[in-house]
């Protein structure tokens, strides 16, 4: 299993958590369970809510084990409601192994300031029992090319912000031209922003080029995910995606053995250069063994003609099938730095898929010299670790006692840095059940010790379907620091019925920050959301109080959402208020967007 994804992954997954802890919360979940759902049925989707104008938005897709099964990435993205979509299929179109997976939620504002959050779900993509299977659909045609996309452009004006007395707006242009048969696929995004008082921004734009053949693929792009490559330990991994970028990757698989090459090329925002490669070869053995070796080297410098800096890593892997369902995994892996410090480190475990039962448990040694600096800039731990990962998924589709079917999961680490005498641990655990057919209940706990700080997080999710239009949800969490306390309580009811949809919800916030002189910081909110098609309305009212201010906020937007012959789509409308600010301020904002 991948080292970086297997364990190191689980440490940046317990630093969402404090996020909520900010006395600002520009990002917001309505939902942290986003439910169970059936890849083969169509993708999930997942909504969310921005205060505030973002520049980027990275979500991590991490299953039980905390390995990253997918990368997703947005840029400059307004502030309002926002959603993405994920299929649940692997990059060769298969549904991923069923059991629990988590969007890991990273924000960038356009002031520099992150926040993070994440939403659970989980993937039950049952057999269904058939008499006699059914025929064969016809596939559907689809033709060689498709163009779509969007115009739109808005105008703000807010008479109490001292930077922004002025009228505000901006442009934005977005369309893509897809080309693909059986065997090849192209496809180009044109992406434009100009705000009305700046230069034009080109950052969405990419290219990719893509052909395929019996056993293998290569692969073109420029600014979009190279993917990755398979080695246990995960030193190699996607750069950060705000960088310009341009590399290829070529895969093919010779029966007995496959091989995968990859070369990229990266500018970032302030004069830093970098660049990297990959080797990877693998061989099928006997009796199912598998063996393979991995050979990765990446360098970066900050400015033109500076030094240079980077690391070079080879590793070899076995793994062995002892039982049905049952592997043994083992790798080994030789580092060195920029000074030229080399060190050693492996791994080894077993894991075991069963199908409704998964479980893994690993042991992983990297010397006190261990360090790859430009691998996986995500995970945050780059250095030395020694300890024991280990993790299960257990789903019970079927009745049991009182529950229709019944999900858990548990996993954990213990880590020690041997260069500073550190000690990391995690647990995580989860219950999720169903009861009676119309009501889900999601317990959660997460305990995190990184040295001195220790955090615990506790969630409760329960939803009730009262019938099939009307149903509510109700969640409640905690998250406990040596310094900190967050309370959230949530209760909303919705109407979904074809093109119509009501909704409200109620909630309460309340953190205590130590450190913070904003501290307590309380919020309650009433939010109320209709959908007549093809109108769209929603009022939002918040009673904030920081420290000793306090203040009342409302927010509300009209949208007028038609389709136009079937191919066309408008969107009109017009909002008052600000959304991120502490009371309601005088702000008038109107938008228009086509989309085609």
């Known amino acids: 299993m991948p080292l970086k ?8 997954i317990g630093l969402a958590f404090p996020a909520v802890c900010r006395a600002q919360n520009d990002l917001r979940l309505p939902e942290t369970d986003a439910g169970v759902f059936d890849p083969r049925e169509g993708p999930v989707r997942v909504e969310y809510r921005l205060l505030e104008d973002a520049e980027e938005v990275e979500v991590l897709v991490v299953d039980f084990r905390g390995e990253v099964a997918e990368r997703l990435t947005f840029v400059e993205l307004r502030a309002g409601d926002q959603a993405f979509e994920w299929s649940g299929l692997d990059e060769n179109g298969e549904p991923l192994p069923d059991g629990r997976y988590r969007f890991e939620i990273r924000v960038r504002f356009e002031n520099g300031r992150t926040e993070e959050g994440f939403v659970e779900v989980r993937i039950a993509a049952l057999p269904e029992e058939r008499v006699m299977p059914p025929p064969e659909p016809l596939p559907p045609e689809e033709p060689f090319h498709r163009i779509d996309g969007s115009i739109s452009t808005f105008w703000r004006r807010n008479s109490e912000d001292p930077e922004h007395v002025d009228e505000d707006g901006e442009q934005r242009v977005w369309t893509r031209l897809l080309l693909k048969d059986g065997k090849h696929r192209a496809e180009g995004v044109f992406s434009m922003r100009r705000p009305y008082s700046s230069r034009a921004s080109y950052e969405g734009s990419r290219a990719m080029a893509e052909r ?19 080695d ?22 010779f029966g007995r053995g496959d091989v995968s090459l990859l070369g990229f090329a990266a500018e970032g925002a302030v004069d830093s250069r970098e ?24 360098e970066a410098s900050l400015e033109d003609g500076g030094p240079r800096e980077g690391d070079r890593a080879g590793a070899a892997d076995v793994t062995v099938p002892v039982l049905e369902g049952t592997e ?3 790798e080994a892996v030789s580092t060195r730095d920029a000074l030229g410090t080399r060190d050693e480190g492996w791994m080894m475990g077993v894991e075991h898929d069963g199908g409704n039962l998964r479980a893994s448990a690993e042991y992983y040694d990297l010397g006190e010299a261990f360090s790859a600096p ?9 250095s030395d670790a020694r300890g024991v990962a280990a993790s299960a998924d257990l789903l019970h589709p079927k009745p049991l006692w009182a529950f229709d079917s ?8 213990s880590l ?23 009501d889900t209940v999601l317990l959660r706990w997460l305990g995190r010790e990184d040295g001195a700080m220790r955090s615990n997080t506790l969630l409760a999710s329960v939803r009730h379907a009262w019938s099939d239009t009307w149903s509510s949800t109700l969640q409640v969490n905690t998250a406990r620091t040596r310094t900190s306390k967050t309370s959230r309580g949530r209760l909303d009811a919705a109407y979904r019925k074809e093109d119509r949809l009501f909704r409200i919800a109620v909630e309460r916030v309340r953190r205590v920050i130590e450190t913070s002189p904003d501290s307590p910081y309380e919020e309650t909110s009433v939010r109320v959301d209709a959908r007549v098609d093809p109108f769209r309305a929603y009022v939002s009212v918040r009673r904030n109080r920081r420290g000793g201010d306090s203040a009342v906020n409302g927010f509300g937007r009209l949208a007028y959402e038609p389709e136009i012959l079937h191919r066309y789509r408008l969107i009109a409308y017009v909002a008052l208020g600000n959304r991120s600010a502490f009371e309601t301020e005088k702000q008038v904002e109107l938008g228009l967007e086509v989309g085609f």
């Open 5 to 12: 994804r297997a364990f190191l992954a689980l440490i940046w």
């Open 212 to 230: 395929r053949w019996t056993g293998g693929r290569l692969k073109g792009v420029f600014r979009q995910s190279l993917g990755d490559l398979d």
């Open 232 to 253: 246990p330990m995960k030193l190699f991994s996607d750069f950060r995606t705000e960088r310009k970028k341009v590399g290829a990757r070529l895969d093919h698989d």
């Open 275 to 298: 660049r990297g490669g990959a080797f990877r070869l693998g061989l099928d053995g006997p009796w199912g063994v598998r063996v393979g070796t991995t050979l990765t080297g990446r």
């Open 328 to 330: 043994i995994r083992a």
């Open 374 to 382: 430009f691998a996986d800039p995500m995970r945050r731990v780059r």
């Open 406 to 413: 019944l999900a858990l999961s548990v996993r954990g680490f």
């Open 416 to 438: 020690e840095r041997p260069g500073s005498g550190e000690t990391l641990r995690e647990g995580d655990a989860s219950v999720r059940v169903r009861l009676a057919e119309r």
